[in-house]
């Protein structure tokens, strides 16, 4: 099998290179003229999307643990 053939780990990737992706999707869809072929595109799409929101929440939160942590040690200082 070649590479090109190989299916995509997306949750492997960054939240840069899965915004990437997605607006390479978006871009071929917008370009394409026959919307039946265009299907397995859109189930894509909508992976990405769902895996780029698991992420953003996923650092959302990384950085709000980080804040009180940091918050809790300047208030310990004083």
Known sequence: M????LPIDYNAL???????EANRLVEELENQKDLEN???????????NNIIE??????????????KENILKIISKK
């Open 2 to 5: 070649k590479d090109k053939n």
């Open 14 to 20: 960054s939240l840069d290179e899965l915004t990437k």
């Open 38 to 48: 265009s299907i397995e595109k859109y189930q894509i799409l909508i992976k990405l």
């Open 54 to 67: 698991k992420k953003f929440q996923k650092n959302v939160k990384n950085i709000s643990e980080n804040t």
